[in-house]
């Protein structure tokens, strides 16, 4: 079955370190995205990627960094420099054009935690 | 910018009751308009999409019709079920990025 994987499902994370969760999809999406979720504030976008070698900065991008090497793939770091990286972190992809027709499918999440 | 407004919950029911969660939009163009469910400590599922104006979107008994004049996209279901329990989030995506706008959610308990 087609789908996105995000794994860990539990990650925890010491002060002071950096900390990668995986995306990948099998689904032939082009674009891939991440966004936080943290409780009564609904979900903000981190980073997209519309294509491969190519991504740009969401609305709260600091402290994270990402990598689009293939197409499957979209690996988030999030990097000791993000001040509150306790969060519910979700992937999700699309395919590119016709957007107003398509909406995402969603990975079912990474719940960081820091200890 | 664009943004969504929804509700606040969480919204309590019991079982067989009618329900509306409310949703309004800002934004630039003319956004396609989403609902997405997510159940405890699961990702984001699409529940129901509407791409232009008047269009009505339905899946699995609800419903939400795209109000250009209101600016709103309400989610509506004429009898929850204890399954139905979730959080709700209504979304809008415009532009040649493609990039979801969420609101800010609504949990639905229903009760027996």
């Known amino acids: 079955d087609g789908g996105i994987t995000q794994s860990p499902k539990y990650l925890f994370r010491k002060e002071g370190q950096n900390v990668t969760l995986s995306c990948e999809q099998n689904?032939?999406?082009?674009?891939m995205y991440w966004y936080r979720q943290d409780p009564g504030q609904g979900l903000r976008l981190i980073y997209y990627?519309?294509?491969?070698?190519?991504?740009q900065k969401g609305d709260i991008a600091e402290g994270y960094s990402v990598s689009r090497e293939k197409k499957e793939s979209f690996p988030l770091t999030v990097t000791s420099a993000q001040k509150n990286p306790t969060a519910f972190y979700l992937c999700?992809?699309?395919?590119?054009?016709?957007?107003?027709?398509?909406?995402?499918?969603f990975g079912s999440g990474t719940r960081l935690t820091v200890v | 910018g664009n943004s969504v407004t929804q509700m606040e919950g969480p919204v309590t029911l019991s079982e067989e009751a009618f329900l509306t969660i409310n949703c309004t939009y800002t934004?630039?163009?003319?956004?396609?308009l989403f609902w997405y469910v997510q159940y405890p400590g699961e990702g984001l599922q699409l529940l129901l999409k509407a791409t232009k104006a008047d269009d009505k979107g339905s899946n699995k008994g609800f419903e939400a019709t795209y109000r250009k004049e209101t600016t709103s996209f309400h989610l509506e279901k004429g009898s929850v079920q204890v399954s139905d329990s979730a959080v709700y989030f209504c979304a809008l995506l415009t532009g040649t990025a493609s990039k979801l706008t969420f609101g800010t959610g609504t949990r639905l308990q229903v009760t027996l």
């Open positions: 990627s519309q294509i491969v070698n190519d991504f």
């Open positions: 934004a630039t163009g003319y956004p396609s």
């Open positions: 689904l032939n999406h082009d674009a």
């Open positions: 999700a992809s699309k395919y590119a054009g016709q957007e107003e027709n398509y909406g995402y499918t």
